[in-house]
């Protein structure tokens, strides 16, 4: 039972970001009695919200053998059309509404492009990265708009206790897992990113599900958008600059392959607790700002190194096992 | 006649673009044509055109190297404290090729030795770059600047700025690197076919860990051009790049998965993205709309060149 247990815990590929992520958080409360406090614990879960729950987006995207490139734009734009709508017209719901539906748009825009058009989704995303940006920009005039003090409560407010931000992730969070795990939809995007060969020839309808994964990757960085925009109080130039970095900084932490075909939900939320965690780290000791990027692409370098290694070994193992069982059947022995 | 402009219109999708563009910017504005503007739009654009050059051998290769944008600025950074302190050209030269070559000899270590995910590594060196582009400016422009080195960067020959000769002279070496080596051509055949290009006995691992080193060290003598461009040293010089450099390249008909391009149509892309610029600035057109218009070219461009290089398999 145990042995059970074990086995199908160590099959996880979210398992070393966990282990990680613990050793971290373990290190991190030796130097500072302030960060096992249930308070701080809350804070870090929050601070990570943002990059959380657009990395569940991006994990399925690459997981479907493409990647998104303009979440962080996507996520400035609907920023900038919620702040714009509220302080125009001051209707929440309109606001909302117009955010969420603009965003999945956007998504939906990107997926679309790579289907029809047939260019790597790194440039696709690129190229929409830039026009998202600048037509946002274009939006507002270039200006720094304030949202209304009750738009706080997204990203302050508590519900039963919890932090908003955390019940918006952990409900995300359960979507996805079930998505991925226990829909159709999981299934196709695994296999499309596996191979986009057998998936055509197995007749998925390989169009619909990618373009189904951009949105997917568009509503979240609009959900996130909102949360940001709630918890920094307004709209300010530099939103969503570089963040898709640190999201798929995340998912690959997590254990998700660039090449697509595997990944796991579970392992990117772990993936951006554990970036908070460095930042939240280095910050305790006082590191200058300008550290933390090299930090941050140690850590990406090291991630991959270790991927490598375990699969060099994982696939020596395989030859080694397949060599005894020839000399077996063959009475080699 | 109609064979040869056929031609050149499959192998440089770009060339009509760039063509109509310079027609309407010079209908639009009585400035575009002048050469103090043409100066000055070549000279914009030395660093990209170097930094492309060097993205445009990744690509061949069927990689992609993310640090260039900021191993720009790394080697700015470093070589600007360089010769803050010793006020020497040749020794700030000799620093930034050598910060670049670091970088481009740790890529080409983990991708072509190692076997990891360019796209990831690269990230990762381009975050770790840019971290000490920054620590090491302390987040401020590095001044002291030998003069010499500002007034190479005012230079002009026949109404061409000295930094775009450079680029030129980059862009003639690499095209003949390319194409008059037995590199280059095993260069273009590891891109299109990795294990074909195993079959007939050339060493893969060494080719991209080569090709890596060459993006480095094109990365740090962009970097250099970049202090005589700007005047100082500057951390963050390099961040908007990266758009610039990946979209100069795939306008220009380059593929990224590898084998199918050239330095020539790289050139024509670095060209046609720096007319456009130009061109929208004259006009007065914020720059908010000009990355509007800077991403739909980028889409439109690539799509086309693809169209037209399948047309031609």
């Not at chain 1, 509503?219 to 909102?226: E, H, N, Q």
């Not at chain 1, 570089?242 to 993936?271: N, R």
Request: net charge positive.
């Amino acid at each position: 039972m145990y042995d059970d247990i074990f086995r199908s815990l160590t099959r996880q590929k979210w398992l070393p970001i966990a282990l990680a992520t613990i050793v971290l958080g373990a290190t991190l409360s030796t130097v500072s009695p302030a960060f096992l406090t249930f308070s701080n614990l809350e804070s870090i879960l929050v601070q990570s919200s943002v990059t959380a729950i657009m990395a569940i987006g991006m994990a399925f995207v690459i997981m479907s053998g493409g990647i998104d490139i303009s979440v962080g734009a996507i996520l400035f734009f609907t920023s900038a059309l919620f702040a714009q709508l509220m302080m125009d017209t001051g209707s929440y719901p309109l606001a909302f509404a117009a955010a969420l539906a603009c965003s999945t748009g956007l998504g939906l825009l990107n997926g679309i492009l790579v289907v029809r058009f047939g260019i790597s989704p790194l440039i696709t995303t690129l190229a929409t990265y830039s026009i998202y940006r600048g037509a946002a920009i274009h939006l507002t005039g270039a200006q720094n708009i304030p949202v209304p003090r009750e738009m706080g409560f997204l990203g302050n407010g508590e519900i039963w206790g919890i932090p908003v931000p955390i019940l918006l992730l952990g409900l995300i969070f359960v979507i996805g897992i079930y998505a991925l795990t226990q829909t159709r939809l999981g299934v196709y995007v695994r296999a499309i990113g596996n191979s986009d060969r057998s998936a055509r020839e197995s007749g998925l309808p390989i169009a619909r599900v990618t373009i189904a994964v951009y949105a997917i990757g568009g509503v979240l960085a609009g959900i996130s958008a909102l949360i940001l925009l709630a918890r920094v109080g307004g709209l300010q130039s530099g939103i969503g600059i570089g963040i898709e970095f640190t999201v798929i900084a995340a998912v690959i932490l997590g254990g998700t392959k660039l090449t697509g075909g595997t990944g796991t939900v579970t392992g990117s939320v772990i993936g951006a607790v554990f970036l908070v965690l460095i930042d939240n780290g280095l910050n305790l000791m006082n590191a200058s700002p300008y550290i933390y990027d090299i930090v941050r692409g140690g850590v990406l370098l090291v991630a991959v190194a270790v991927d490598r290694i375990s699969a060099l070994r994982r696939e020596r193992q395989l030859r080694l096992q397949k060599t005894a069982r020839l000399r077996e059947t063959h009475g080699l022995a | 006649m109609l064979n040869i402009v056929l031609r050149t219109l499959r192998t440089n999708p770009a060339v009509p673009l760039v063509a109509a563009l310079v027609v309407v910017f010079s209908l639009l504005s009585p400035f575009f044509m002048t050469g103090g503007n043409i100066e000055a739009m070549m000279g914009a654009n030395a660093v990209v055109l170097i930094a492309a050059v060097g993205m445009t051998f990744v690509f061949l290769a069927g990689g992609i190297d993310l640090s260039i944008s900021t191993v720009i600025s790394a080697s700015a950074v470093i070589s600007g404290l360089v010769m803050a302190g010793t006020d020497n050209i040749a020794v700030g030269i000799a620093t930034a090729l050598a910060v670049g070559a670091a970088f481009g000899a740790v890529n080409g270590l983990l991708i072509g030795m190692c076997g990891l995910t360019p796209f990831i590594t690269t990230m990762g060196t381009q975050l770790v770059a840019r971290g000490i582009a920054f620590v090491m400016s302390q987040g401020v422009a590095v001044k002291g600047t030998p003069y010499a080195l500002m007034d190479f960067g005012f230079a002009a020959f026949l109404g061409i700025p000295a930094t775009t000769i450079v680029g030129l002279a980059v862009v003639v070496l690499a095209s003949l690197t390319l194409c008059g080596t037995s590199w280059g051509r095993e260069l273009m055949l590891v891109g299109s076919n990795r294990n074909a290009a195993r079959y007939t006995g050339i060493n893969v691992r060494k080719m991209e860990f080569s090709v890596y080193l060459v993006s480095g060290l094109l990365g740090g003598l962009a970097g250099f051009i970049s202090i005589a461009n700007l005047g100082n040293a500057i951390p963050g010089v390099g961040d908007t790049l990266l758009l610039m450099i990946i979209g100069a390249v795939v306008l220009g008909g380059t593929s990224m998965n590898g084998g199918e391009g050239s330095i020539s149509r790289t050139l024509i892309g670095v060209g046609l993205l720096a007319v456009l610029i130009n061109g929208l600035n004259l006009l007065g057109i914020p720059f908010y709309d000009q990355l509007i218009v800077q991403g739909v070219l980028i889409f439109v461009g690539t799509w086309m060149a693809a169209r037209l290089s399948r047309r031609r398999a």
